[in-house]
């Protein structure tokens, strides 16, 4: 297998994982759960998200939420904006990074961010001006990349083409979305080969849900295209509320178990990641979708049964 030596993490579970719990978690809960991401070196988080507090009442806080966050100097502290009034919002909470987040299909752009795909491109070319001016990163997210709960397939003319005109606005990097995980690994492949030269100098990101277990295949297939930025939600978290059968993103400490097996570096410790998915999972009160919280790491050992030992030393 061809795999990079390093890979950069952005975990987007305190906003695409918290969006669709139902129970509000409290402002500090949150702060707390960003800095223990923080503390376990977790490179990039995409810490909240500045919308319409009706749209997504369980971020309502994001304000205090950034302004409550210990900062680690290196740590890219993200948030996702819909259009021009998020993005002012994002800015003035300090934010390094803006991400932000349109669909390649009508319907879910309509269901999602209420307005047509042109319309939030003009949003979008408002958004990138305030980056600019604000000297923030952009970067831009395309949800149902890989294909749409509601009209299936998306054509890769028609991605293409919303690609490019978030390169021209001026986005540095383009996060691919498999919004309810209808994408496999062929077709990360195809998409990804067709896209990457077209677009030199842009960083991709790819933006997984395990909805239909595929998301860690579909990481595989893109590390081998030379993909190096992968989103992941702590214990599985996650879910679009505005697509239906959305489920949880890849579990971030079950993609990172994997990338130190392979021997590809996160610079993630993995055993403080664990004991905070722990603590995410008492916060939202039930068991979370991860295998490794479970398992534990491939070198766990256990003692050899004694009728087995017996029979080694005979
Ligand atoms: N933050 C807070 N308020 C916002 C806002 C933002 N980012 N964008 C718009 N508003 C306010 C406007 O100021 C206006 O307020 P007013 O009525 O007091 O004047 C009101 O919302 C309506 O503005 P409009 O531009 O018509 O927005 P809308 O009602 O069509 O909603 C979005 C559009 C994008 C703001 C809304 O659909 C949204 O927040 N979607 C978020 C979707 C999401 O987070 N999905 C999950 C992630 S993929
Ligand atoms: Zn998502």
Not at 86 to 115: K, P, Q
Not at 201 to 211: A, F, K, M, S, V
Request: proline share 7%; glycine share 8%.
């Amino acid at each position: 297998m061809k795999l990079p030596q390093r890979v950069t993490i952005c975990e987007v579970g305190t906003r695409d994982g918290f969006q669709i719990e139902p129970e509000f978690i409290p402002t500090d809960v949150k702060v707390e759960v960003v800095d223990l991401l923080t503390e376990a070196g977790v490179p990039r988080i995409e810490v909240t998200s500045f919308v319409h507090p009706k749209a997504v009442p369980q971020l309502r806080d994001a304000e205090t939420v950034m302004a409550g966050i210990r900062r680690r100097p290196g740590t890219r502290y993200a948030a996702l904006v819909p259009n021009d009034k998020g993005a002012s919002r994002a800015v003035d909470a300090g934010v390094d990074a803006i991400h932000t987040v349109l669909s390649a299909s009508e319907s879910h752009n309509l269901a999602n961010v209420n307005m047509p795909i042109a319309e939030s491109i003009e949003k979008l070319r408002a958004v990138a001006q305030i980056a600019r001016r604000a000297g923030v990163h952009l970067q831009c997210g395309i949800s149902t990349s890989f294909g749409c709960p509601f009209e299936g397939e998306v054509p890769l003319a028609r991605l293409s083409s919303i690609v490019a005109r978030l390169v021209e606005m001026g986005a540095r990097g383009i996060g691919l979305a498999d919004t309810t995980g209808m994408a496999n690994p062929r077709q990360v492949s195809m998409v990804l080969e067709a896209l990457m030269p077209r677009f030199p100098g842009i960083e991709w990101t790819l933006h997984t849900h395990d909805t239909r277990a595929m998301a860690v295949p579909n990481i595989l297939a893109a590390m081998e295209l030379g993909v190096t930025t992968f989103d992941a939600s702590i214990g599985g978290l996650g879910g679009c509320p505005f697509a239906p059968g959305a489920s949880g993103n890849v579990c971030t400490e079950d993609l990172v178990h994997c990338l130190h097996a392979m021997g590809v570096a996160t610079g993630i410790d993995l055993d403080r990641l664990v004991d905070t998915s722990r603590r995410v999972e008492q916060i939202v009160g039930r068991a979370l979708p991860g295998q490794i919280i479970k398992a534990g790491p491939s070198t766990r050992r256990y003692p050899v049964p004694d009728t087995v030992a017996a029979r080694l030393t005979a």
